[in-house]
Nanobody, 122 residues
Framework: QVQLVESGGGLVQAGGSLRLSCTASGHTGSTYTMAWFHHAPGKEREFVASIRWAGGNIYYADSVKGRFTISLDNAKSTRNLKMNSLKPEDTAVYYC???????????????WGQGTQVTVSS
């Protein structure tokens, strides 16, 4: 089992920045990939960014490329998402997730955090 806890959400004006953190505990040695997803009202949960637990193999959704950066802090078992140049359309609940295999779809993420709200005002 892997437990995930997100933090760092909040309210920010358009053009501002936030940093989300996802702290993992439990059997993290079995984790292959960590990812961030967001879920806006009336929409499906969507992929934002991912990174291999050990680092590398970083991917971003086209909508956040150049604005968001995913990184890791092994000392704290934390994976961070730095979000710059935020837009109102980035407003959503952001979830971190962990996969034990090379993920091909959202269904292959086995563990999820409780989510943290990000609201970007115009």
């Amino acid at each position: 089992q892997v437990q995930l806890v997100e933090s760092g959400g909040g309210l920010v004006q358009a053009g501002g920045s936030l940093r989300l953190s996802c702290t993992a505990s439990g059997h993290t040695g079995s984790t292959y990939t960590m990812a961030w997803f967001h879920h806006a009202p009336g929409k499906e949960r969507e992929f934002v960014a991912s990174i291999r637990w050990a680092g590398g193999n970083i991917y971003y959704a086209d909508s956040v490329k150049g604005r968001f950066t995913i990184s890791l802090d092994n000392a704290k078992s934390t994976r961070n998402l730095k979000m710059n140049s935020l837009k109102p359309e980035d407003t959503a609940v952001y979830y971190c997730a962990a996969s034990l295999v090379v993920p091909k779809s959202i269904s292959q993420y086995d563990y999820w955090g409780q989510g943290t709200q990000v609201t970007v005002s115009s």
